[in-house]
């Protein structure tokens, strides 16, 4: 193969390689991104959901609350209500709570699209700084051995970075016992 050809098949090599990388990197972004605002979703609407409950049980007891406060006796029927209201809302915060398991979910996520994008970046500024060593007037040679080291640095970035994203994102389960209210 002459050394033209030579030269091409190593800019065509690492042009296609670091397009590959680049976009490889930018879909995952995109889809950490995705699964943290569907978590985002999913953790507002299951609050919403047990603080209107916990609204929802407090308000049911006003009436009762009003009694006692202005000194009135109320049936054993509404003792046993109100009595029972204390488990409730204490079920219901603590769904909330375990709904709120998103923002460590979200922070693995976030801090996993942070280092794609770190990765990123020192990929392209790596491919920028053995760049700027090319000199025009270098001979075929100089280049294909140039593009060479390139080529070599940037797969080892790439496999450093894919080591350090292998974690998976994962979520801590609380129980419904975790937290004793009142």
Known sequence: MNRKKILGSHVKRLLSGVSDHG?????????DL???NLLLEEAIEKLSQN?????SAVNDQQGTIRLLLDGGTPSLDAKEKLEAMNDQVGTYVNAAITSMQFQDMTSQLIDRTLKRVTGLREFLATLGAH???MN???DNDEMVELLGKVSMALAIQSLELRNVLRKAVSQKH???????LF
């Open 23 to 31: 976009k490889r990197h930018l879909t995952e972004v995109e889809t």
């Open 34 to 36: 995705l699964q943290t």
């Open 51 to 55: 603080f209107m409950a916990i609204h």
């Open 131 to 133: 760049g700027a060593e």
């Open 136 to 138: 025009p007037d270098s």
């Open 174 to 180: 609380l129980e419904s016992g975790d937290i004793e």
